[in-house]
């Protein structure tokens, strides 16, 4: 087998449903610390789970899980 079909057949290191909640964890962050609007980090969260074709392996309702998740957790936490 060559190196190139190798590469294709290879399994992910990190599978896309953890990298988008790592990806929407810091965007939370970004939101908290910087002047940016909820869509302008979500849009390109959704955008990145579009693309990789999460929304359609786990469903559109469980990539705005992930996505909302930090967001939710980050509001509870600057209410206390």
Not at 28 to 33: K, N
Not at 44 to 51: E, G, T
Not at 62 to 79: D, G, T, V
């Amino acid at each position: 087998m060559s190196a190139p079909s190798k590469i294709l057949n290879a399994r992910p290191l990190l599978p896309i449903a953890d990298l988008l909640k790592i990806l929407a964890e810091s965007g939370a962050a970004s939101w908290e610390l910087y002047p940016l609007e909820v869509p302008d980090v979500v849009d390109p969260l959704w955008d990145f789970a579009m693309s990789t074709w999460l929304v359609d392996a786990i469903g559109p309702d469980a990539c705005q899980r992930i996505i909302a998740e930090p967001f939710a957790n980050l509001r509870k936490e600057l209410e206390r």
